[in-house]
């Protein structure tokens, strides 16, 4: 269900007043009703409203790291071939590419797909625990924040289909077995989607501190009604420096009336991430040295060999989150930055939902980096076959991290006041 956010002209009796984050129109919330109430400029959603249910996110976020614990604790993938058993751990692969030099994509897999997932996990239960029975304490404000940071970088269902990669990889050469570490991760990242889907952020927020409900303010005062970004609460500044850091009174993030500089942050990212992808496709991803002779393999390489194995759907998922996707993202997220320093007022609905995809899918890219890992933990058989990681690989992850941090500090809201259509 979707409802139309109201328009604070003409005045209308107190409400709860919301800026959008991705155009900045300043409009009063309707009462709460269940479902999404979307910007009624440029569609955003701006908040949505769900059935309580803190107790049973409670319970999810407890079960996830319960199942966390277990998937670290026993054998994640057993490969058997010709007598020769190789068994790995779920980070035994970011733990070997450390020892093999590149300590980068190491801490970059340990952080995605166990210390993120882990805080998240313990910042969610911290916080919605106490909710659940009414209370909550000092503090919880800055660990929500916490929670709301490290939501895209948390990448445990990208692992998984990392897995699902590399297990057909392997399946025709040798036996694969899934260990039991690999259900338990199964069962994480299942409860961690529900319990993110049970509680609405905005929710949270309210109860741990309810925006104030006030008439609709004079145009004058219009203004100096700055959006946290955080959490949405609608912030009166003292007066109207550009760029000056004030703090949000509820969750105590930086209030910007934009992200400061964040056209050219956004294109010296992009262009770095551009130098990147070069080598990121012409340098192997990996080498697999069987009996002595090495195959290298690239990015598109690997998606050549899915095909030739008529493994078309994976092959197609792989073309898509590896090539297609940074190279689409490197390509629109240019596009937003010269249309948004151009002014142009072309589709502006339009380019801000192409951001809007590009802060969503851009993350899932990382499967091919979670792919050579799993492959370096498992094909570790001596001279029979071995598969060490290419420099590839490195300058591909750089890729994945530099557009993701270039889409984060994408300011859309740019899009609209350049067009001219902020000037209240
Ligand atoms: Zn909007
Ligand atoms: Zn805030």
């Given at each position: 269900m979707s409802l139309a956010a109201t328009s604070i002209s003409p005045p209308e009796s107190s409400a709860a007043l919301i800026r959008c984050h991705d155009c900045d129109l300043l409009q009063a919330l309707p009462p709460p009703q269940e479902g999404t109430v979307a910007c009624a400029r440029c569609g955003s959603g701006l908040v949505t409203i769900k059935p309580d249910r803190l107790e049973r996110a409670f319970v999810l976020y407890l079960t996830a790291l319960l199942l966390l614990i277990i998937a670290n604790s026993f054998p994640f993938l057993t490969m058997k071939v010709q007598g020769l058993v190789q068994s790995s751990h779920l980070l035994s692969g970011a733990i070997d590419l450390f020892g093999q030099g590149m300590w980068e994509i190491s801490i970059a897999v340990i952080l995605f797909v166990f210390v993120v997932p882990l805080i998240k996990i313990v910042t969610g239960l911290l916080v919605v625990g106490p909710l659940a029975y009414g209370r909550s304490f000092r503090g919880a404000e800055s660990l929500y924040r916490l929670f709301d940071r490290l939501h895209?970088?948390?990448?445990?269902?990208?692992?998984?289909?990392?897995?699902?990669?590399?297990y057909t990889k392997l399946v025709d050469l040798a036996t694969v077995e899934l260990g039991p570490s690999l259900f338990a991760f199964l069962g994480l990242i299942v409860a961690m989607i529900a319990a993110d889907s049970t509680v609405d952020p905005h929710q949270v927020w309210e109860r741990l501190h309810a925006a104030p409900r006030v008439p609709p303010p004079p145009p004058a005062l219009r203004r100096r009604l700055v959006g946290c970004h955080t959490c949405q609460l609608t912030v009166?500044?003292?007066?109207?420096?550009?760029?000056t850091e004030t703090h949000c009174p509820r969750c105590g993030s930086p209030l910007h009336r934009r992200k400061p500089d964040s056209l050219a942050r956004t294109a010296a990212l992009l262009i770095t991430a551009a130098l990147l992808y070069i080598p990121a496709n012409i340098y192997p991803v990996m080498t697999l040295s069987a009996l002595g002779s090495g195959a290298p393999s690239t990015i598109i390489g690997?998606?050549?060999e899915l095909i030739e194995a008529n493994m078309w759907p994976l092959a197609l998922i792989v073309f898509v989150a590896s090539i297609l996707v940074p190279m689409l993202k490197l390509i629109s997220m240019s596009w937003l930055v010269i249309s948004a320093h151009r002014g142009s007022p072309w589709r502006l609905r339009d380019r801000t939902l192409i951001y809007r995809l590009n802060e969503l899918v851009g993350r899932w890219s990382m499967v091919d980096v979670f792919v050579v890992t799993i492959l370096v933990a498992l094909v570790q058989l001596g001279s029979l076959a071995n598969i060490v990681p290419g420099p590839g690989i490195l300058a591909f992850a750089g890729v994945v991290v530099l557009t993701m941090l270039a889409a984060l500090g994408f300011d859309p809201r740019l899009l609209w006041d350049r067009a001219g259509a902020n000037s209240t």
């Open positions: 895209p970088w948390a990448m445990t269902e990208i692992f998984l289909l990392g897995v699902l990669v590399a009166e500044l003292p007066e109207l420096p550009q760029d690997g998606v050549m």
